[in-house]
Structure formats: C-alpha cells, structure tokens
C-alpha cells in the first residue's frame, strides 16, 4: 500500500491518475481512445489508457472505493503554488485533515472528479471567522478551500482547468465501427496468409482438448457450474483461465492455466481473498547452495579410477584428468594407431567405474567406424546424419576425437 496525494475536484466529469504513480504502483492499463479539454474547449489532450485503483481513507482504513482513473503524463503543476502561511483558525488544529501538509507545495498524484466527489462528501461544514476559508468534512478527512496568504510573498498564477472527457467523439467514433462490415471478413489476405488460415482451421484442436480439460474438473468436482444467483452475487469473484499447448509433452499436451491475481469489475481478485499460508518449499537460494557443495558423484568417480588405475592406462587416465569435462571428454593425437589405444584405454578405464561409452565421434574413418559398430543412443536421425559433415570440418592430419561416457 502507497500513500498518494489527490486533488478534489467537483467541476471534473472524470478522474485521472499520472503515469508516474500507475508505474509506481504496478497497475494494469487498459487501452481506451478520448480527449479531455479545459477552458475555452481548445488544446485537446488525448488519452490513452485508463486504470483501476481502490483508494483508501488515512483517517479511516474501513472506507475504500474503486477508482476509474485516465492516465495522464502530468495532472497539474506543484499545489498550493508557494508555501503558505499555517491559517489563523484554532479549530483546524482539532481537525483531522485529509492533507497535514496542505501549507507545503507538492505534486498532486491524482485528481478525484465529480463521481468521487459525491461519494466522500459527508455532513460537517465549518467557516473561518474572517470568512475566507472554509472546511468540509469528507470520508478523507477535513478539506480546506479559499484564499489564503502566501509566507514568502511570491506571485502566483493560478489556473482551475475543468476536465471532460470528449464523450462526444467517443460516441461518434463507436457509430462508425459499428457501422463498419465486418472488416476481418473483407480483408484480402495474402496466399501465405490464406494458406496460414487454412492450416490453423484444419489442425486446431486446442479448444476441444481444453474443453476435455475442464469437463474433467467437472467430473471430479473441482468446479461446478454457476447458478443464478451466483451470477447476481456482487461479491463473486472471477477466476479466468487460458489453455497452454504443449506438444513436446509425453503426457499432458494441453493443460490449464489459471490467473487468481486478474481482478474483476469489484477490483478484487481471489488471490485477494484467500488466506496466505506459510511457505511449503525451501528457499530456493539454500537450495542451490547446498547442492553445490556436493560434486556430482559420476565424475568424482571417473577421477578416482583415473587415480587408481592410471598405470595400467596412463593414456587414458591423463585424458580424463585434463581433457574431460562433466560426462563428455573431447581430445585429440597424431596417429590413428594411437587413437585407437586412447579409445580402447578409454572403454576399459570407464568400465572400471560402470559406466560405458555412450555417443562417438572421430576424424579418422577407421577410429569411427569401430565407434559406429556400438550402439549409440542417438536423439534421432538429425544427430546421427550430423557425424560425417563434422568430420569434414576437422584437419585431416591430427586424429581428433569425442565420446560421451555417461549418457
């Protein structure tokens, strides 16, 4: 929660936020076409975007209300335009003011229109003895209005800009699309677009499989089916949901996802409702730090059988040492003859530990050809028709190698 400063104005058809304190507040936008205009109905300002905030009193936590506010760069300039002198009224002192600080020049983060106006309005009305100022009470706190003296003397203009939003325009813009033929339909597409429909009406079955989805969460009664008077319920709050295609997966292609955190027409989202439980999983940071402190046991045990056999097989042990890297070693000689004793080496030394060659590969022919008579578990035809064209990119005079011992 973030305190922000507005400004009351009963003369404005509609609220408005600055874009500052929608970032600040990490609010969703929605698009919207319109203008506002100030006195004299010339320098229209056109907007963008409109937003949802539930503002609440600092005098009183229980009154909230949902906002419907349009983002604006900028709402007005510093208020009150120079620092004033504290007003001469005992009875303010006793007051809980909406704004402590009205005396101080600040920026105003919102203006609430005529509609919020009205809703915080409350019974109470107080005059200065010198009559100049006056004070309302609202379910914000006490407002002050009227004329007051500046402390340091500076010369101030002050400008009321009334605000309206161009509903007219708005009106005349929804007549022209809804006059409009349907423009998807007479859009000429291109052939690659055609043919992009085409595919995506023959192939898509990601409704009916979402719909099997949901018709299981019926069956199993993790959902039912809203009743009338759950359609009336003000309080209802709404959970959307979206499929999520997965072709890749063995088991559930298509799943659903739902978003407790979006906020319906009340401005409440069920994550909002619900109760926040302790924390079932470990802190994720811990969780990675201590599995770092442990070496992955398949590699520690391919060092220790190059430490313990490394006599027997001293070409390969010292590849292990220096050429290996996690379960894939990646070396290289001069001679096919040596090759091969690197690789049998190799095949015996990892044989020791339990593990056994996996995947091979080699710029000499005949070093490959012994690798290929093995079964390897290649990831498909792509990987295993990939070997020769590497070969080609290798010096034919240095026999360079590569197998995974691990898998």
């Known amino acids: 929660m973030s305190t922000i400063r507005a400004l009351l104005d009963q003369g404005s058809q509609a609220s408005f936020v600055t874009e500052r304190t929608v970032q600040s507040l990490g609010l969703h936008k929605q698009a919207v076409e319109g203008s506002i205009t100030g006195i004299g109905g010339h320098n229209k300002l056109t907007l963008n975007s409109v937003v949802e905030i539930k503002i609440q009193s600092r005098i009183n936590s229980s009154f909230e209300l949902v906002v419907k506010a349009y983002v604006l760069k900028s709402i007005t300039s510093l208020l009150p335009g120079g620092e004033i002198s504290y007003l001469d009224w005992t009875q303010v002192s006793d007051m809980e003011l909406a704004d402590p600080r009205y005396n101080k020049p600040d920026k105003v983060d919102m203006l609430l229109g005529a509609e919020i106006y009205s809703q915080v309005l409350q019974n109470g009305f ?196 220096k050429d290996d890297y996690v379960n894939d070693l990646m070396t290289g000689c001069d001679t096919t003859k040596e090759g091969m004793k690197i690789y049998n080496q190799m095949n015996e030394l990892i044989a020791k530990a339990g593990f056994t060659e996996q995947k091979g590969l080699s710029s000499s022919s005949e070093l490959l050809e012994k690798m290929i008579g093995k079964k390897y578990s290649f990831k498909g035809k792509d990987e295993a028709e990939r070997l020769p064209a590497l070969q080609e990119t290798v010096k034919k005079e240095k026999i360079v190698s590569f197998w995974n011992w691990m898998g």
Not at 153 to 168: F, K, P
Not at 181 to 190: A, F, G, S, V
Not at 295 to 308: E, G, I, K, N
């Open 126 to 321: 107080k005059r200065a003895p010198d009559g100049s100022t006056i004070a309302q009470a609202t379910s914000l706190g006490w407002i002050l209005s009227g004329t007051v003296a500046s402390a340091s003397q500076q010369t101030s203009n002050i400008t009321v800009m009334h605000a309206q939003l161009g509903n007219d325009e708005i009106l005349k813009k929804f007549w022209e699309i809804d006059k409009e033929p349907n423009r998807i339909r007479k859009q000429r597409l291109t052939e690659e677009e055609a043919r992009c429909e085409e595919t995506f009406m023959a192939t898509s079955t990601n409704k009916g499989k979402c719909a099997e989805v949901m018709k299981e969460s019926l069956q199993l009664g993790h959902m039912r089916e809203l009743s009338k008077s759950d359609e009336q319920n003000e309080h209802a709050v709404y959970l959307p949901h979206h499929a999520v295609a997965r072709n890749d997966k063995d088991t559930t292609k298509v799943r659903v996802v739902f978003d407790a955190s979006c906020k319906g027409k009340n401005g409440v989202a069920l994550n909002d409702d619900l109760m926040i439980g302790p924390r079932l999983q470990p802190d994720l940071r811990n969780l990675l730090i201590d599995w770092r402190t442990h070496p992955l046991l398949a590699v520690r045990s391919m060092l220790q059988v190059a430490y313990d056999d490394g006599v027997k097989y001293p070409l390969a042990a010292e590849r292990v040492l």
